[in-house]
């Protein structure tokens, strides 16, 4: 098994459970590209749950939704296109449990607009598992500046995890910032 098929069956599922993650879920994957995490949430949240993974990329969705087929969790994901918007208005008002913002900060110009979208589909309480992929492209997030700006929108950082997360098609150790919706 290689390290990619042991992410998404075995160490994607366990790292998700220790930062939260829990069966009968519904988690928003955003920028979930070609599945490294909307796979293993699948299996996580299992059919009482729901993934909804978006991504503004249609070769990566589609890529997600083979690896989805694949591995038995297509009827636990739903799969959805946001060309660039960040409003997230598809979803409903305080629907999901949590969100996952992994390796895509760094792509978001507006993270007002998008801390509010997610402040109001999250439930209160809700996760928001935040990775500022320190090792990517194109820029490191500021950590500083995440955090005053989710606080801003009411979320307050609960913890900060460390573990060994997947970037494209690599391992490697990395923060998760865990927040809680207001």
Same mark, same amino acid.
């Given at each position: 098994?290689? $390290?990619?098929?042991? @992410? #998404?069956?075995?160490?994607?599922?366990?790292? %998700?459970?220790?930062?939260?993650?829990?069966?009968?879920?519904?988690?928003?994957?955003?920028?979930?590209?070609?599945?490294?995490?909307?796979?293993?949430?699948?299996?996580?949240?299992?059919?009482?749950?729901?993934?909804?993974?978006?991504?503004?990329?249609?070769?990566?969705?589609?890529?997600?939704?083979?690896?989805?087929?694949?591995?038995?969790?297509?009827?636990?994901?739903?799969?959805?296109?946001?060309?660039?918007? #960040?409003? %997230?208005?598809?979803?409903?008002?305080?629907?999901?449990d949590a969100a996952l913002l992994f390796d895509v900060l760094?792509?978001?110009?507006? @993270?007002?607009?998008?801390? $509010?979208s997610l402040r109001r589909v999250l439930k209160s309480g809700?996760?928001?598992?935040?990775?500022?992929?320190?090792?990517?492209?194109?820029?490191?997030?500021?950590?500083?500046?995440?955090?005053?700006?989710?606080?801003?929108?009411?979320?307050?950082?609960?913890?900060?995890?460390?573990?060994?997360v997947m970037h494209y098609d690599f391992l490697h150790e990395?923060?998760?910032?865990?927040?809680?919706?207001?």
């Amino acid at each position: 098994m290689g $390290a990619m098929e042991l @992410w #998404l069956r075995e160490s994607g599922p366990a790292f %998700l459970r220790t930062v939260g993650i829990r069966k009968g879920d519904r988690v928003l994957d955003f920028g979930c590209g070609p599945g490294g995490y909307a796979v293993p949430l699948a299996l996580v949240v299992g059919p009482e749950g729901r993934v909804v993974a978006v991504d503004r990329d249609a070769a990566r969705l589609e890529s997600l939704e083979e690896r989805a087929v694949e591995f038995h969790v297509r009827d636990v994901i739903e799969v959805r296109r946001t060309d660039g918007s #960040l409003a %997230l208005d598809r979803i409903d008002e305080g629907s999901l449990d949590a969100a996952l913002l992994f390796d895509v900060l760094q792509h978001v110009e507006d @993270w007002d607009t998008l801390f $509010a979208s997610l402040r109001r589909v999250l439930k209160s309480g809700g996760l928001m598992l935040v990775n500022p992929s320190r090792c990517s492209h194109p820029g490191r997030v500021d950590v500083e500046r995440l955090n005053a700006r989710l606080t801003a929108h009411g979320f307050a950082l609960e913890r900060i995890e460390h573990g060994r997360v997947m970037h494209y098609d690599f391992l490697h150790e990395e923060e998760i910032l865990v927040f809680r919706a207001p």
